[in-house]
């Protein structure tokens, strides 16, 4: 029997546990399915789609102040934020191994006090693909200090030389390339890419520059850096 403190509330595509008095509320995303649930005192909100935004992308200056893990929630890999000081930042997580490895899912919020009940949320979600006998305790210890490279800082250090992400400078404009390219291929090319059999017709000229191989490029980094192009 469920503990009459909690309910489940059920978004279509996913489930979570949250105390009795927050409630859902549907929202309309662009090219994603949005919504939010509330205590009507705090909001988390969530994106679930193909360019919903890591939730590792935090502004350079906020990074100081956030700490990270990454987890497994009922089977899928997890990564979550937690403000330094309880209720002073920004808290969320995103999973993004999807059997769909375009889907990505974020749910976050602002300034909520309460960390722990917001992981237990958080560690509450199954989706379709889910396997809740995969869900380790989430303890504290598990949240490093320094949050992984944004990926522009990711990108500023190892593409800026010769991309943009809007407009053409040496290479091209890279913006919205994770809907061209799947994400494997994009890894491949960046890292091992005589594992690829490029067209001719995508080849350089003899005369133009080669983009460069990362082969010591992860591949999360590499999501990192689609993120911000997204």
Same mark, same amino acid.
């Given at each position: 029997?469920?503990?009459?403190?909690?309910?489940?509330?059920?978004?279509?595509?996913?489930?979570?546990?949250?105390?009795?008095?927050?409630i859902l509320i549907d929202q309309d995303g662009i090219d994603s399915y949005a919504g939010a649930?509330?205590?009507?005192? &705090?909001?988390?909100?969530?994106? *679930?789609?193909?360019? #919903?935004? %890591?939730?590792? !992308?935090?502004?350079?200056?906020?990074?100081?102040?956030?700490?990270?893990?990454?987890?497994?929630?009922?089977?899928?890999?997890?990564?979550?934020?937690?403000?330094?000081?309880?209720?002073?930042?920004?808290?969320?997580?995103?999973?993004?191994?999807?059997?769909?490895?375009?889907?990505?899912?974020?749910?976050?919020?602002?300034?909520?006090?309460?960390?722990?009940?917001?992981? &237990?949320?958080?560690?509450?979600? *199954?989706?379709?693909? #889910?396997? %809740?006998?995969? !869900?380790?305790?989430?303890?504290?210890?598990?949240f490093n200090k320094t949050i992984f490279a944004s990926g522009k800082k990711i990108f500023n250090d190892n593409c800026a030389s010769c991309h943009n992400k809007r407009w053409d400078l040496t290479?091209?404009?890279?913006?919205?390339?994770?809907?061209?390219?799947?994400?494997?291929?994009?890894?491949?090319?960046?890292?091992?890419?005589?594992?690829?059999?490029?067209?001719?017709?995508?080849?350089?000229?003899?005369? #133009?520059?080669?983009?460069?191989?990362?082969?010591?490029?992860?591949?999360?980094?590499?999501?990192?850096?689609?993120?911000?192009?997204?």
């Amino acid at each position: 029997m469920q503990d009459p403190k909690f309910h489940v509330l059920d978004f279509g595509p996913f489930k979570l546990t949250t105390p009795s008095d927050w409630i859902l509320i549907d929202q309309d995303g662009i090219d994603s399915y949005a919504g939010a649930l509330t205590d009507k005192r &705090d909001t988390l909100s969530f994106d *679930l789609g193909w360019f #919903s935004r %890591s939730i590792c !992308n935090l502004d350079e200056e906020d990074i100081p102040n956030h700490k990270l893990a990454k987890d497994t929630v009922n089977g899928l890999i997890a990564y979550i934020i937690i403000p330094n000081q309880d209720g002073k930042g920004e808290i969320g997580m995103s999973i993004e191994n999807f059997k769909d490895q375009q889907q990505k899912f974020v749910i976050s919020g602002h300034n909520i006090p309460g960390t722990g009940m917001i992981l &237990d949320i958080f560690k509450s979600i *199954l989706f379709a693909e #889910s396997d %809740s006998a995969m !869900n380790p305790p989430l303890t504290f210890e598990k949240f490093n200090k320094t949050i992984f490279a944004s990926g522009k800082k990711i990108f500023n250090d190892n593409c800026a030389s010769c991309h943009n992400k809007r407009w053409d400078l040496t290479g091209p404009a890279l913006v919205n390339i994770s809907s061209r390219r799947s994400v494997d291929w994009i890894v491949t090319f960046l890292t091992n890419r005589k594992d690829l059999k490029l067209e001719s017709k995508n080849k350089h000229k003899r005369n #133009s520059p080669q983009c460069v191989e990362f082969p010591n490029l992860s591949r999360e980094a590499i999501e990192r850096i689609l993120d911000y192009l997204n």
